[in-house]
């Protein structure tokens, strides 16, 4: 079993930038592709983006490519999102999840393991 903690989130200004850690602990890291999600009040728990399980397939919703990057340091058991030009719309609970599949799903239930989400709200 793999529990992951979420850090790094906060309160930013629109265009700026922060980068999410989830780090994982139990279990092989690396047996795992690992995805991020978001969720705003009242609405579904949207993809972000994930990374397979050695880091050499990502995949980014449309809404975030060319500003969010994924990667992971499998020996640090750590996956990051690097959020540049962060703007209004991107304010939400940021989760990262774990799943034992080979590429990364972009739906919530093909994900095992949850962290408990960071909060990050982008000001105008």
């Given amino acids: 079993q793999v529990q992951l903690v979420e850090s790094g989130g906060g309160l930013v200004q629109a265009g700026g930038s922060l980068r999410l850690s989830c780090a994982a602990s139990g279990g092989s890291f690396s047996s795992y ?3 991020w999600f978001r969720q705003a009040p009242g609405k579904e728990r949207d993809f972000v983006a994930g990374i397979s399980r050695r880091g050499a397939a990502t995949s980014y919703a449309d809404s975030v490519k060319g500003r969010f990057t994924i ?3 499998n020996v640090k058991k ?4 690097q959020m540049n030009n962060l703007k209004p719309e991107d304010t939400a609970v940021y989760y990262c999840a ?3 599949s080979i590429i990364p799903p972009r739906t919530p239930g093909g994900y095992d393991y949850w962290g408990q989400g960071t909060q990050v709200t982008v000001s105008t």
């Fill in 33 to 35: 592709a690992m995805g």
């Fill in 71 to 73: 990667n992971r340091d």
């Fill in 78 to 81: 750590t996956v990051y999102l």
């Fill in 98 to 100: 774990a799943a034992t």
